[in-house]
């Protein structure tokens, strides 16, 4: 067990529709990051808070977004669904931000399918 | 742009051998280095990382991996495979300065024959 909670586990929702992820960074860290793993795109990072302010963005598409809140947990907001957006969504979290040298410790993930 | 190539998408082992997964960076400085393992139905978990401190790192398991600048590799060994080992096999990149993000290869899958 990592640390890190991600709710829910499995989420199946029809196309056009709007979803979202939950995240509890372990106790302590304030850095949260979130990736999407497909079979077609494999893992990719799409986007990083520390201490409730985005630090970097990666392929995240428009019609997503994310925040992090004073208690520094985390949503990431998925709207308009297409049936490629189907696949595992991670999310992270370390202690800070020091150039890629703190680990990231995952959760378990959020399984979307869009039908 | 940091990127990482795992070469085979699929590596079969027999219990006991030796297990080599490949990997080989590109990138414009020294970056970090890291291998994450994912197990079925699971997050990713950190086996072992590469911070420049000491060309051969070793990780949880039993898992080693060397980084040798002049290949610009950074491939994972294991003497002895074993069936708990059958998994999924990240190597991923990041910055030694600035963002944190990971970029990671396509994953290789391990399978363990009894």
């Known amino acids: 067990d990592s640390g890190v909670t991600q709710t829910p586990k499995h989420l199946i929702t029809a196309t056009g529709q709007r979803v979202t992820l939950r995240c509890s960074p372990r106790?302590?860290?304030?850095?949260v990051y979130w990736y999407q793993q497909s079979l077609d795109q494999g893992l990719q990072f799409l986007i990083q808070y520390y201490n409730g302010e985005e630090r970097a963005k990666g392929n995240i598409l428009e019609r997503f977004s994310a925040q992090q809140f004073p208690d520094l947990h985390s949503e990431l907001n998925l709207s308009s669904l297409e049936l490629g957006d189907s696949a595992l969504y991670f999310c992270?979290?370390?202690?800070?931000?020091?150039?890629?040298?703190?680990?990231?410790?995952f959760g378990p993930g959020t399984r979307l399918t869009v039908l | 742009a940091q990127s990482v190539t795992q070469l085979g998408s699929h590596v079969s082992v027999s219990e006991g051998a030796l297990v080599l997964l490949r990997c080989n960076y590109s990138s414009s400085v020294p970056p970090y280095l890291f291998w994450y393992v994912q197990y079925p139905n699971q997050g990713l978990q950190l086996l072992l990382k590469y911070t420049s401190a000491a060309t051969l790192v070793k990780g949880i398991n039993g898992f080693e991996a060397e980084f040798k600048k002049s290949e610009t590799s950074f491939h994972l060994t294991k003497p002895s495979a074993h069936m708990s080992d059958a998994a999924e096999y990240f190597c991923?990149?990041?910055?030694?300065?600035?963002?944190?993000?990971?970029?990671f290869g396509q994953g290789t899958r391990l399978t363990i024959n009894p």
């Open positions: 991923a990149v990041s910055d030694v300065q600035g963002a944190q993000k990971l970029v």
């Open positions: 106790s302590g860290d304030l850095s």
């Open positions: 992270a979290s370390s202690v800070g931000t020091s150039g890629g040298l703190v680990e990231q410790f």
